[in-house]
Antibody, heavy 118, light 114 residues
Framework: EVQLVQSGAEVKKPGESLKISCKGS????????IGWVRQMPGKGLEWMGI????????RYSPSFQGQVTISADKSISTAYLQWSSLKASDTAMYYC???????????WGQGTLVTVSS | DIVMTQSPDSLAVSLGERATINCKSS????????????LAWYQQKPGQPPKLLIY???TRESGVPDRFSGSGSGTDFTLTISSLQAEDVAVYYC??????????FGPGTKVDIK
């Protein structure tokens, strides 16, 4: 079974750094793009960016370029999303997704809730 | 960037009635080389991640009930729930993956019971 399992919920203060993870299993991790999607409370889905673990090719949505960093460690089949200085407006659910050019996005990780509050 | 829009923002339908959601892309998502539309639909229930319902604009994902159907081509697409069930209450999103690995989602349509 293809699965993406994300790290647990985080509560942080503004200005702190954070790195959340997404571990893939059940497929060749290096052969598929892994993307990140933000969902702010009560809002829709925003595509943030994506990485190809095979060669670390990384692309960002213009809205998120410079705001976050996406990386991957193919030796442990894990992708990461990180912030160097969190803001209250980063409070959201973050999903990792496997992206293909055949079915779109499938599967989705279970989501990581990030809360940034002083 | 390809911009996706959806209409309506929300709708309320009686149990057993038809629900129709529209999705429009700012440019065609039809690849002429394979005649496929790179358009998917997702269902998100409260407290859950989205779930893939339909890809290639009209192909149902395995296990998705046949009351869900997708249609359209080029820039205009429709998701139809032929006979709304209580468990279909959710937000529905369209997504273009024509520009894979870059992709964009529509803003979502909330479906409720009337």
């Amino acid at each position: 079974e293809v699965q993406l399992v994300q790290s647990g919920a985080e509560v942080k203060k503004p200005g702190e750094s954070l790195k959340i993870s997404c571990k893939g299993s059940g497929y060749s991790f290096t052969s598929y793009w892994i993307g990140w999607v933000r969902q702010m409370p009560g809002k829709g889905l925003e595509w943030m960016g994506i990485i190809y673990p095979g060669d670390s090719d990384t692309r960002y949505s213009p809205s998120f370029q410079g705001q976050v960093t996406i990386s991957a460690d193919k030796s442990i089949s894990t992708a990461y999303l990180q912030w160097s200085s969190l803001k209250a407006s980063d409070t959201a659910m973050y999903y990792c997704v496997r992206q293909t050019d055949s079915v779109g996005v499938d599967p989705w990780g279970q989501g990581t809730l990030v809360t940034v509050s002083s | 960037d390809i911009v996706m829009t959806q209409s309506p923002d929300s709708l309320a339908v009686s149990l057993g009635e038809r629900a129709t959601i529209n999705c429009k892309s700012s440019q065609s998502v039809l690849y002429s080389s394979n005649n496929k539309n790179y358009l998917a639909w997702y269902q998100q229930k409260p407290g859950q991640p989205p779930k893939l319902l339909i890809y290639w604009a009209s192909t149902r994902e395995s296990g998705v009930p046949d009351r869900f159907s997708g249609s359209g081509s080029g820039t205009d697409f429709t998701l139809t729930i032929s006979s709304l069930q209580a468990e279909d209450v959710a937000v529905y999103y369209c997504q273009q993956y024509y520009s894979t690995p870059l992709t964009t989602f529509g803003p979502g349509t909330k479906v409720d019971i009337k």
